[in-house]
Structures are given as structure tokens and as C-alpha cells.
């Protein structure tokens, strides 16, 4: 009996090894621009990139009607500046919110921007 015992114990021990610990879901956000970049649509705190990039795109339809991803990305926050002439910039630097608006804002300049404005950090999660 105790050798059925510890046999159950070991297999039960197998099982939970096998299966591992609980993964945390991956969380996708987007953003769409019109070719000019003067408009903009974006999402965050979806399932999947699919989903995540369609809401960007139907979110900037009601504005535009050329609208193309910009950027997207996975478990992740993304700074977008967009300049008054059209330049547009992001950046995705990981764990701090000020380096991400510093990094997008010089980009935006880079990139031949005028008046570059600052957006925000638009997530995969609620972070916001």
C-alpha cells in the first residue's frame, strides 16, 4: 500500500513538472497613421497583433482613408510623437515612460519634424 502511495505521489509530482507554471498572456498594442500623418488611430490591451493592428486601423479610418500600421508591439508601451508638417517617430524603450517621450521627441526632429508634439505611451496592457 505505501509503495501505491508514493508510486501516486511521484506520478502526480511528474504531471505538475510537466506542465509547468502558468504562462502570463502576451498583450499586443498598435498604432495606425494616415500616409500624410496628420491622423491617427491606435489600440492596446488586445489578445493578439491581428486584433490589435485592425482596432488601430478602424480607429484612424474614421479620420483618414489611407491609414497604415505604423508601429505595433507585444507586452510593451509605444512613445509616438507626430510633428504639425506630418513627420512622425516612436520609440519602445522598455520600463521608462520619460526616455520613451525623449527618444520619440528627438526622432520626430530627425525625421524633419516642425512642431513635434508628444502623443503618449500607448500599451499592450492598462498601463497608460
Known sequence: M????RYAALLAAGLLLQ????????????????????????SSNHDSLNAAEWAALDQCARYASDCEIFKSVENGCIGLTIARNGAAAWSITFGSP??????SLAECRRQGGDVCDY???ICSDDRR
Not at 499586443?28 to 496628420?38: D, E, M, P
Not at 520619460?98 to 527618444?103: G, H, I, M
Open 19 to 42: 506542465a509547468g507554471p502558468a504562462e502570463a498572456q502576451n498583450r499586443y498594442a498598435s498604432v495606425a497613421l494616415s500616409k500624410n500623418g496628420t491622423q491617427y488611430g491606435f
Open 119 to 121: 502623443v503618449g505611451d
Open 98 to 103: 520619460a526616455l520613451r517621450q525623449a527618444e
Open 2 to 5: 505505501a509503495i501505491a502511495i
